[in-house]
């Protein structure tokens, strides 16, 4: 199974690139300090926010979870993972939904470490949350079910 916000990302990156080229252009045809000045206050923070944007794909296969991140401007055919463990590594995981974007928390042992793995998604529609859910949903039962025996 492979989840991922890659039109999303993409959508709202180019967007963004758009509205940055709009307010450059109007900085130069406009001649007013104070909306310069607002103009560009306006493009550094939609910088800083296109900076931020990331498509995350989560795949759950062959018994390994794998989370890999790259920017929507990234043309490589092979993206390396940020985060991959085999399925039997999670005890327990939560996915908190936004209206805009949501996070995934998973607990982890390896090694007789605990820890826990946090990953944001933004712009992941509301299926897609509940199908990394129900993924998780069974790993984390066969998971318990093992330990118990």
Do not use: W
């Not at 928390?105 to 944001?120: E, F, G, I, M, Q």
């Amino acid at each position: 199974m492979k989840v991922s916000n890659c039109n999303i990302a993409k959508i709202t990156a180019y967007s963004l690139v758009i509205m940055t080229t709009v307010m450059i252009l109007c900085i130069f045809l406009n001649h007013q300090i104070i909306l310069d000045i607002l103009l560009f206050t306006s493009i550094i923070l939609v910088i800083a926010i296109l900076t931020k944007i990331k498509i995350v794909t989560y795949e759950f296969s062959g018994g390994c979870i794998t989370i890999r991140k790259a920017h929507p401007f990234t043309f490589k055919k092979f993206i390396s993972p940020e985060i991959e463990f085999p399925q039997n590594y999670i005890l327990d995981y939560n996915v908190n939904n936004h209206i805009v974007s949501g996070s995934l928390a998973l607990k982890v042992k390896s090694r007789n470490k605990k820890y826990t793995v946090k990953t944001k998604l933004f712009g992941f529609t509301q299926a897609q949350h509940q199908s990394i859910s129900s993924s998780l949903i069974s790993i984390v039962s066969q998971n318990n079910f093992n330990r118990s025996n």
